[in-house]
């Protein structure tokens, strides 16, 4: 090997941690972030299918039957309190999109968890997304990771009609024009002034490196 290759490979490895930084907290970041401007994510919903309940309790608000009395009453009594896009939007306390509240309208085996509440089958607590894999008998899968809907340039269209957009890039405009020349200007006659040997120099430094020092 020669030795001009043997030097770049370890170049490459020396190089290797901050090349790894940079594509993980910034690139990844910046990709992610325009992924996201092309859909309706919302923050707050992304951990909706990873909370856990208690699915005695929800059940018990939802139909008005205690745990201990479900054995009292036959299947089609609970039943006709039960409504399952209500009680996973209401007492679950899941956000349900159009789409979703369709499959659970369809597809949620009602009965299965009717006699399971009433047999005592149900665990103390669950995690959302196995309670409606189990539940729900078709497509049970879309709830167990949050996907936001593709929109498109939705957003972005949405962006120029905001009038606080406007505002904000004018603000954004006036402080690339005014602060950051005079902030090079002053940065720079002080690094000049603390290198220049008149009266006062160690002023100058004080004033220059008191910033950078504070900060950490």
Same mark, same amino acid.
């Given at each position: 090997?020669?030795?001009?290759?043997?030097?770049?490979?370890?170049?490459?490895?020396?190089?290797?941690?901050?090349?790894?930084?940079?594509?993980?907290?910034?690139?990844?970041?910046?990709?992610?972030?325009?992924?996201?401007?092309?859909?309706d994510y919302q @923050?707050?919903?992304?951990?909706?299918?990873?909370?856990?309940?208690?699915?005695? =309790?929800? /059940?018990?608000?939802?139909?008005?039957?205690?745990?201990?009395?479900?054995?009292?009453?036959?299947?089609?009594?609970?039943?006709?309190?039960?409504?399952p896009v209500s009680?996973?939007?209401? =007492?679950?306390?899941?956000?349900?999109?159009?789409?979703? +509240? +369709?499959?659970?309208?369809?597809?949620?085996? $009602?009965?299965?968890?009717?006699?399971?509440?009433?047999?005592?089958?149900? @665990?103390?607590?669950?995690?959302?997304?196995?309670?409606? +894999?189990?539940?729900?008998?078709?497509?049970?899968?879309?709830?167990?990771?949050?996907?936001?809907?593709?929109?498109?340039?939705?957003?972005?269209?949405?962006?120029? +009609?905001?009038?606080?957009?406007?505002?904000?890039?004018?603000?954004?405009? /006036?402080?690339?024009?005014?602060?950051?020349?005079?902030?090079?200007? /002053?940065?720079?006659?002080?690094?000049?002034?603390?290198?220049?040997?008149?009266?006062?120099?160690?002023?100058?430094?004080?004033?220059?490196?008191?910033?950078a020092i504070t $900060?950490?």
């Amino acid at each position: 090997m020669k030795y001009k290759t043997k030097e770049a490979i370890v170049g490459y490895i020396f190089a290797t941690p901050i090349i790894l930084t940079v594509l993980i907290f910034t690139i990844y970041p910046i990709i992610a972030a325009f992924y996201y401007s092309l859909t309706d994510y919302q @923050p707050l919903e992304a951990r909706k299918f990873t909370y856990t309940f208690n699915p005695y =309790d929800a /059940l018990e608000i939802h139909t008005g039957i205690l745990k201990e009395e479900a054995k009292d009453h036959n299947v089609d009594e609970i039943m006709q309190f039960f409504d399952p896009v209500s009680f996973v939007e209401i =007492d679950v306390d899941v956000k349900l999109s159009e789409e979703e +509240k +369709k499959i659970i309208k369809d597809n949620f085996d $009602s009965l299965n968890l009717v006699n399971d509440y009433r047999e005592g089958k149900l @665990p103390k607590e669950i995690k959302i997304s196995d309670f409606l +894999k189990k539940y729900v008998r078709k497509d049970g899968h879309r709830f167990t990771k949050y996907v936001p809907k593709f929109v498109g340039f939705e957003n972005f269209k949405q962006m120029f +009609k905001d009038m606080y957009f406007y505002s904000s890039f004018w603000n954004a405009i /006036l402080y690339s024009i005014i602060v950051v020349p005079i902030q090079t200007l /002053l940065a720079i006659i002080l690094a000049v002034a603390a290198n220049s040997k008149i009266k006062g120099v160690n002023i100058f430094k004080s004033i220059f490196f008191l910033p950078a020092i504070t $900060s950490s």
